[in-house]
T-cell receptor, first 115, second 115 residues
């Protein structure tokens, strides 16, 4: 199993350009998440999905859109990139459990620079 | 708003020294608790987790954490650190119920172990 994979690993954008980050998981997880990691701020949730065809906003959703057309994929889009979106983006997934812990499994990250 | 606070932002220790990293959260209800580690250039990996039962939980690589409900704390400990423990450590909380698996992360603590 590859676990959680992310494409691309690195990207440089100019202000105003658009791009899509792809996250894929092969663990048949229901839940998927997109975070951004910035120095001194930990990880902050951008958007998440509790199942195919559903998405919801997290803590810092502005400037991002997401789609979950297939259970195994979760796409993060930037329609018009801004320098404030320079960050490392992590995707994660977890199984759906009514009790017990929902451990999240993380991808390797995408380092995005917006100039 | 729910939040997670890690008291130490940067910790420098010599090998064989003992480690304790503080984590407090602000939420009055039931929680699942996690510590994740991020080694340089790698993605987040689960160190340990608490969701019920014995408040002293043991994780990988000799780490342990104690959940003290009355103090809203989940401190991470290791009796004797090694150079290979150099990494960034994140405390995370999953508030319940209404569980979507969302995690709230602390700001992270960078641990540097000198050989």
């Amino acid at each position: 199993n590859a676990g959680v994979t992310q494409t691309p690993k690195f990207r440089v954008l100019k202000t105003g350009q658009s791009m899509t980050l792809l996250c894929a998981q092969d663990m048949n997880h229901e839940y998927m998440y997109w975070y951004r990691q910035d120095p001194g701020m930990g990880l902050r949730l951008i958007h998440y999905s509790v199942g195919e065809g559903t998405t919801a906003k997290g803590e810092v959703p502005d400037g991002y859109n997401v789609s979950r057309l297939k259970k195994q994929n979760f796409l993060l889009g930037l329609e018009s990139a801004a320098p404030s979106q320079t960050s490392v983006y992590f995707c994660a997934s977890s199984s759906q459990r009514r009790t017990g812990s929902n451990e999240q499994y993380f991808g390797p990250g995408t380092r995005l620079t917006v100039t | 708003a729910q939040s997670v606070s890690q008291h130490n932002h940067h910790v420098i220790l010599s090998e064989a020294a003992s480690l304790e990293l503080g984590c407090n959260y602000s939420y009055g209800g039931t929680v699942n608790l996690f510590w994740y580690v991020q080694y340089p250039g790698q993605h987040l990996q689960l160190l340990l987790k608490y969701f019920s039962g014995d408040p002293l939980v043991k994780g990988i690589k000799g780490f342990e954490a104690e959940f003290i409900k009355s103090k809203f704390s989940f401190n991470l400990r290791k009796p004797s650190v090694q150079w290979s423990d150099t990494a960034e450590y994140f405390c995370a909380v999953n508030p319940l119920p209404g569980n979507t698996g969302k995690l709230i992360f602390g700001q992270g603590t960078t641990l540097q172990v000198k050989p």
